[in-house]
């Protein structure tokens, strides 16, 4: 059947279907997320990423030594290279509009532009399996949806969006090793392209599977040849999961036994499920931890309801089986990374996020684009479009809670009463102190618990306490991330309150910890403190 479908693409129809898919997919990407260009203020994420990075910005001067500097850092315990050259280039038109600063507006153009690009390939990804009308109203799912408000709306999250063009780019040239006569320069071509992807954002390593999914559906290699013929894509994503591994440790996070993280992994994929059906109360913090999952019946409602689903789909005739079981596997897979079997940073908030699905989607437009061409009804095809056209103003309603970061925050406690992410903001002091307690009880290093106990003791004049937490956030700091400019800042600023304190000692061996980046401002003034100390 699969087979059948994939020919009904080829001729005059794709031509025909090519101009309209570039204006239309356009059209509804400026129309849903257009309002991000009115952002005037860098938001969250975008700090650490973009504004504070040393390989994307450090001043005035615009150096090429910063795009080799992205290469050998990493950067908010990421390495995604790839999109820290990205985001220089786009900061040099920016500088110059901006009298040497960087302003977000080219950053979030950047990103609608690559969003749109992104929607055109999976188009020309989906069409390859069904009719170019039907793989239309698939790829305006995916460019409007407003579960991808997310990744379009925050300019760090370009890193997400490069990622998956490289990724849906890697696929496509692999799928037209099929169609064209230069299999080997798409066969290369797509392999450097999915290099790029894990470079992009470490979550890419999942393209050995997925091509392997893709090579099923298309039923034209038998299983042995294509497994062979992807091993290089999962060669190359080991260094990317080692690196990974090396710069995101997250070792502060309670990872549940091995037998319980299918219960972890279930109650995500349901979430984003549902998600996708009622796309309401989207937020940045769902609040939905490991821990929780066990220990409530979450989990074990939720691999209820994937068992359900799966049991489901082996029910359903031969002819559409194979395609709805491969798009549940390829939506699950793309998602593996995150999905909870191992622990990553972003679980000290939530296991589940909206960024995550960027990817996966391609996924669930492909399913509906068979199951539109399956049924065959106008009728339902109309009421696609008019769904989309729902979802474009769903969209464009839910970019307000991604404008600015007093947005996100309220965004964040109205959704989520007990936000960690946000808990300095939401809740009087006796709270957040009692929140804190408990957080620092479980994870004593956990860096938001020690950051709002330690205001709360300055807010209070007890500057020894506050000095015991912010000890601990900067050790945290020199464990994980020692070689970092922010790192080498933090341990400036507590030297110098340890030296009004009268710690000499402690305050000269953070010091050692500072020197590494001698030039920063707040390290010179320390080493100037100590001279004078040692001529004292």
């Known amino acids: 059947m699969v087979g059948e479908l994939s020919t009904s693409v080829v001729g005059n129809e794709r031509c025909r279907q090519r101009p309209l898919a570039v204006v239309v997919l356009l059209l509804l990407t400026f129309a849903a997320f257009g309002r ?25 001067d615009i150096e090429l030594r ?71 109203v698939a790829a305006a799912v995916f460019a409007v949806h407003p579960i991808q408000t997310e990744a379009v709306s925050w300019a760090s999250m370009l890193k997400d969006l490069l990622a998956a063009t490289m990724l849906f780019s890697s696929m496509l040239l692999y799928l037209q090793m099929h169609e064209r006569t230069d299999t080997r320069a798409c066969y290369l071509a797509s392999l450097l392209l999915a290099w790029f992807a894990t470079m992009s954002k470490p979550g890419a390593v999942v393209i050995g ?9 298309k039923g034209e290699t038998s299983f042995r040849r294509a497994a062979i013929r992807v091993i290089p894509f999962f060669l190359l994503a080991i260094p990317a999961a080692i690196i990974t591994l090396q710069v995101q440790p997250a070792t502060e996070i309670w990872e549940p036994p091995i037998l319980l993280r299918p219960w972890v992994a279930a109650y995500s994929v349901v979430h984003y499920l549902w ?101 065959g009804r106008r009728g339902l095809v109309v009421a696609m479009w008019l769904l989309v056209l729902v979802f474009a103003g769903a969209s464009f309603v839910q970019t ?21 992410m946000y808990a300095d903001e939401s809740t009087s002091e006796q709270e957040r102190y009692a929140l804190a307690a408990r957080l620092l009880l479980a994870y004593p290093e956990y860096q938001y618990g020690c950051k709002i106990m330690m205001q709360i003791c300055l807010d209070r004049g007890d500057l020894d306490a506050a000095l015991i937490y912010e000890q601990r956030l900067v050790d945290r ?6 070689e970092e400019r922010d790192t080498a800042e933090q341990c400036a600023y507590f030297a110098m309150r340890l030296l009004d304190a009268g710690q000499i000692d402690k305050a000269r061996r953070y010091a050692s910890f500072a020197s590494r980046h001698p030039n920063l401002t707040s390290v010179r003034q320390l080493s100037a403190r100590l001279a004078e100390l040692a001529e004292d």
């Open 36 to 60: 991000t260009l009115l952002t005037g203020e860098w938001i969250s994420d975008d700090y650490p990423f973009i504004f504070n990075n040393p390989s994307v910005f450090a001043g005035m």
């Open 66 to 136: 910063q795009l080799a500097l992205a290469w050998w850092e990493p950067v908010a315990s990421l390495y995604v290279p790839v999109a820290c050259n990205a985001w220089w280039l786009i900061s040099v038109p920016s500088r110059v509009l901006s009298d040497g600063n960087i302003h977000p507006f080219p950053f979030h153009l950047a990103n609608l532009l690559v969003h749109w690009s992104n929607s055109l390939l999976v188009f020309a990804i989906v069409r390859r399996f069904v009719d170019a009308r039907y793989a239309l």
């Open 209 to 217: 599977p997925c091509l392997l999914i893709l090579e099923w559906l």
């Open 275 to 375: 998600t996708l059906i009622f796309p309401v109360g989207l937020t940045s913090d769902y609040g939905i931890k490991p821990l929780w999952i066990v220990v409530s019946d979450a989990g074990i409602i939720a691999t209820l309801i994937l068992a359900g689903l799966l049991a489901g789909i082996l029910l359903l005739p031969r002819r559409h089986r194979k395609m709805t079981l491969a798009c549940l596997l390829l939506m699950v897979i793309a998602l593996a990374p995150v999905l909870g079997f191992k622990r990553f940073a972003y679980q000290l908030f939530s296991t589940v996020a909206d960024h995550y699905f960027y990817m996966p989607m391609l996924a669930v437009v492909l399913l509906i684009g068979y199951a539109l061409q399956a049924m």
């Open 400 to 420: 307000r809670y991604w404008m600015t970061n007093r947005a996100i925050v309220d965004r964040a406690i109205e959704t989520t009463p007990g936000t960690l």
């Open 477 to 482: 700091s020199v464990t994980y991330l020692p």
